[in-house]
């Protein structure tokens, strides 16, 4: 299992609706949380060892939201 951390701007209910749509339809993301109290609304992602950070940041970018690695 990898842990990935990531920067994003993930700062409102819509944008959470829309990654939540994203990451529970993924068959290799198995749990992620976004710590909305951070400035950098902290993205931590649980997934098989098959995702990289890059996947998930071009998954992201792809729906509109900011992403960078951490």
Known sequence: MNILIFKTDI??????????????NHPQ???????SKDVDKVLRVESSENITE??????????GIYCEEL
């Open 11 to 24: 700062d409102c209910e819509r944008r959470f609706n829309y990654v939540n749509y994203l990451f529970t």
């Open 29 to 35: 993301i198995f749990q992620w949380t976004v710590d």
């Open 54 to 63: 890059s996947d998930v940041i071009q998954l992201l970018r792809r729906i």
